[in-house]
């Protein structure tokens, strides 16, 4: 991808194979497919900041980056909390970012390798479905061992004392999956349900398109075709102004006196996102975010570096259109953000085969629009 393009994120249904590790996915919901099979994030580092609960998988996006070895394959892992609550505005410490090791407060895991590596073919992947799928893949990674939560997919080696087939990230997880179905299938002579997990979100693939400069809506060009051209618009008198366009005028000069910061950050947004409005991410690696509020934007010295010393850039942004996704609408407390804004490490720093934090900044729409549509 390149570092001067912008590329926007949609989601479309894929076959679940397509979405596995092997394949290096683009995709939102469902288990994390890993990338380093080894030195994954922590239960302590999947931790909501907030409640203390375990967090789940949101999305990852394959981004490697051309001309550097090291990261010839590269990923960026989001996590975020289930519990609603934890949604204060503009509190980003319900959500995480791993991009292959230590969590701060918010942070995004990186994960990337060379070309050649211990886990995948040096040959790009092929487009046909494997002959046979392993059920032993959804319970443990087959080349390093490393067992995972049945409920999440994230690391776990906390097997059910009763039957020890199936393992957890914690015991809030066991509790879950034992209320869900492990409960009628534990010391069954059947292997345990491949069943989706309720905490988790509904799957879908990431596809990425470049978005297209110049192809936002014009305001003038809109009002334009909704009026008819040239045939639909008012014809003004050549005597001069009416009284009904002076006062328009008026009008007009009263609402650009009181017309806020946020206010003309926000319609921005919106008319940035009106020719694709269902973009889910935004990518560009050292560009810019666009932001939906003035409010709550980071200065440079709230932007972490990275612990190498390098300075930490934006690289992508989540959507507020992806939660209409999610299903995860409820009356009161919600999950909820304006945007969520990922910022890695300039010169992606070498950390092996270790997941890395990175920083996460959360967004939320000002307190006068929280009522408001997000699917603008």
Known sequence: MSSVEVVLGFLEEAEPWWLRSAQFPSKVGGKPAWLSQTGLPSQFDLECEKCGLPMVFLLQVYAPISGQDRSFHRTLFLFCCRTPECYSHNDSRCMKVQASWLIFFTSVFRSQLPRKNEFYSYDPPPDDEPQSVSEEDHNVLSISGVKLCWVCGCPGNKACSRCHTVTYCGRHHQTVHWKHSHKKECLSAEAPTVAASPLLFPESELVIEPEEEGKEWEDGEDAESKGGGEQGSVQRSTDGPSSADTLAEADLEEMALHETEDDKVFQRFKKKIASEPHQVIRYSRRGCPLWVSSNH????????????????????????????????????????????????????????????????????????????????
């Open 297 to 376: 934007v980071p200065s440079e010295e709230e932007i972490p570096s990275c612990t190498c010393g390098a300075e930490r850039t934006f690289e992508l942004q989540v959507m507020p259109q992806l939660l209409n996704s999610l299903c995860v609408d409820s009356i009161g407390a919600s999950i909820d953000w304006g945007t969520v804004v990922v910022y890695t490490c300039s010169v992606s720093c070498n950390h092996g085969n270790q997941y890395c934090s990175e920083f996460i900044w959360k967004q939320d729409f000002s307190s006068d629009r929280q009522t408001q549509d997000k699917e603008t």
